[in-house]
């Protein structure tokens, strides 16, 4: 069970520690915070598969993504991930550059580097309408950062994984 008496069906290990996720399950899904809390309590190991690279196109799966990660991190979980890409690379934001001839291109890069206001339109959709750039270029690297510690091997000796 879930928040607002909501049921998630999970692929739970046999000892009942363990539990498998697709993303889009997780992010596709309308799931929140208190969603999240519910799985961090209920499992200390969490294992998701098909992590795909997140643009500002998919800003919604993006935030929830990142709630999640925070509260996995929230509730010391160990975490496993199959994604697309490094923590680091897994979210991207478009800014748009010129190129040689004078023509405007859009251009994927890093949400670590600088962002500028350029970048701060996603379908036509003003960021500053789904946050300011700075706070989703802080939560992204904070994410990351999570990502990258609940997958490590020494958070999985912590909580006595592994050996």
Same mark, same amino acid.
């Given at each position: 069970d879930v928040a607002f008496? !909501? @049921? +998630? #069906? @999970?692929? /739970? *290990?046999?000892n009942g520690d363990l539990v498998k996720f697709h993303f889009d399950e997780l992010c596709k899904a309308e799931l929140g /915070?208190?969603?999240? !809390? /519910?799985?961090?309590q209920q499992f200390n190991t969490i294992v998701i598969n098909h992590i795909p690279q997140l643009t +500002? #196109?998919? *800003?919604?799966?993006a935030r929830r993504f990142i709630t999640l990660v925070d509260e996995l991190y929230e509730a010391n979980c160990a975490l496993m991930c199959c994604a697309v890409a490094h923590p680091d690379k897994l979210f991207v934001a478009k800014r748009l550059v010129d190129n040689a001839e004078g023509v405007v291109d859009s251009v994927e890069t890093d949400v670590g580097e600088t962002l500028g206001i350029d970048a701060a339109q996603s379908n036509g959709v003003a960021v500053r309408e789904l946050a300011s750039v700075q706070e989703l270029s802080f939560a992204f690297r904070r994410a990351a950062s999570r990502l990258r510690e609940m997958s490590s091997i020494i958070q999985w000796q912590k909580l006595k994984i592994i050996d």
């Open positions: 008496n !909501r @049921v +998630l #069906k @999970v692929m /739970a *290990h046999p /915070a208190s969603d999240y !809390r /519910a799985i961090a +500002l #196109k998919e *800003h919604d799966q």
